[in-house]
């Protein structure tokens, strides 16, 4: 006879529990996430990213948070230049990644970015800040790109404000500036629910379920240097 021990017991109950609430939870639908407001300005010859979105959880999602399931979110943001001849050209991506969480033992919400972190006694709290996207720094104005010459990768930034080499140096191949004045651009933002950070019992679930859909879509609008 083959004996578990009680941890194991509850924590295959909690996910199964979970797992149940989810099936079952299509009466309800996920509020979604709308962006508001998206900006973007040149700060000190760095482009900087502002915007507002609005993000509400399906009861399903809160209900699982509130059982210590945390919920990562990632928030993408592309500049192209526009191409009536072909594919418009990717100039520079960027993406964040949040986590929030929620700990019984003090009450509070926890939201995560990279390395730092902020506490929230309420969740409305929590996440009006995780919509709250303020001095997102993009990438250096000046900031060659290759990339505009031979189309071939977009520039990826993540976290820092240049990609350049390991040492921190900015690989500069010529004096061509990264975004050009009196060319028009369109930039895009889009935040979603990352589903492939659940729990793994989760995710099958979790693909077919509408209150696990968080995906505000791309919200995009022309930039002009």
Do not use: C
């Not at 071939?152 to 004045?181: E, F, I, M, N, Y």
């Amino acid at each position: 006879m083959r004996y578990y021990s009680k941890s194991k017991l509850f924590t295959a109950a909690r996910v199964f529990l979970l797992a149940v609430l989810l099936a079952s939870s299509s009466i309800a639908k996920a509020d979604g996430i709308e962006v508001k407001s998206a900006e973007l300005e040149v700060v000190d010859e760095i482009l900087v990213l502002k915007a507002d979105l609005e993000i509400g959880l399906s009861p399903a999602l809160e209900e699982a948070l509130n059982k210590g399931v945390p919920l990562n979110f990632v928030a993408e943001f592309e500049l192209k230049k526009p191409r009536w001849y072909w594919l418009d050209e990717s100039i520079t991506v960027a993406q964040r990644h949040y986590r929030l969480s929620y700990y019984a033992l003090t009450r509070q919400y926890q939201l995560s970015l990279n390395d730092q972190y902020q506490n929230f006694s309420s969740l409305n709290d929590a996440l009006h800040e995780l919509g709250h996207l303020q001095e997102w720094h993009i990438a250096e104005k000046a900031l060659v790109a290759e990339k505009l010459r031979t189309a071939s990768k977009p520039l990826v930034v993540d976290k820092a404000l240049v990609v350049g080499k390991p040492d921190g140096k900015t690989t500069r191949p010529d004096k061509s500036p990264l975004v050009k004045k009196r060319d028009e651009y369109l930039a895009g933002l889009r935040m979603k629910l990352d589903l492939a950070q659940l729990p793994k019992p989760l995710q099958v679930n979790a693909l077919t379920s509408k209150d696990w859909s968080l995906d505000s879509g791309w919200h995009r609008w022309n930039v002009t240097p």
